[in-house]
């Protein structure tokens, strides 16, 4: 059974049994403002807090955009307050949704510039249609990526090409981006919510108390030496031995059946 919750007409988020769908709804080209961002923090804070959410699936509406990014609108001032509120607004909604407990997954199916990339950035995989453009231009208007992606691209891509979209202004076409490494998949344009749904699915077959951890441990790589969490994963592993999904899913495979996850 699906429900679905349109909050404010920017973002509409639709359940699919474990899965959570997010649709960017802020025609033409669903660009963010300070009360989406916002609500992205409460949207992903609500799906945490279900035990029945185990992964999230992000797109944009149409066929165009993913999404352009920032409202620029609402940077024509010279309110520093107003423009503190909306950077950190950026930087605190990414956060929760790098953060988020589940999978989450970006389906790029067209323009993803800035802040809309940076939105991608913050998820754990990312695909997109053939015909998306990827892209951070932020230095071009006077300013610079300030919802995580001058840290998540470094990351992702590494310096030289995070430095060329970054410095350079340099705009990607789908296939750059997967040959980078950018994007793990390109697909035919109109599939790629198809597609992600498909790969969401797949958490399904996953512990989703396992899944939590070993994102945490996968992430704790990017802020700490490797050998920093050598022995975090071993006691992971151990809290894991005591859960109640590892019991489920021991019993499950013995049994050759279906497990039936309590994501405890």
Known sequence: MTDSLN??????????????????????AHTWTPESLLELIDIVEA?????????????GGGEKFFSAGADLKRF????????????????????????????????????????GLEVALACDIRIAEAHAQMALPECAVGLLPCGLGSQHLSWLV??????????LGERLTADKALAIGLISELVDSGAVVEKALELAAKVENQSPTSVRYSKELIMAARSQPLTTA???????????????????????????????WKND
């Not at 590494?158 to 410095?167: N, T, Y």
């Open 76 to 115: 024509d001032h010279d309110d520093k307050a107003k423009s503190f509120d909306f950077s950190n607004a950026f930087g605190r909604s990414f956060e929760t949704l790098t953060n988020y407990n589940g999978v989450s997954i970006a389906a790029i199916n067209g323009f993803a510039m800035g802040g």
């Open 230 to 260: 050598f022995a975090t994963e071993r006691e992971q592993f151990v809290k894991l031995w005591y859960s109640q999904d590892q019991k489920e899913g021991v019993s499950a495979f013995l049994e050759k059946r279906k497990p039936k």
């Open 47 to 59: 799906l945490n807090a279900d035990k029945d959410n185990y992964a999230l699936v992000i797109t």
């Open 7 to 28: 909050l404010e007409k920017q973002l509409i988020l639709e359940k699919k049994g474990h899965i959570a769908l997010l649709t960017l709804n802020n025609p033409p």
């Open 158 to 167: 590494g310096e030289q090409w995070a430095k060329r979209m970054i410095l």
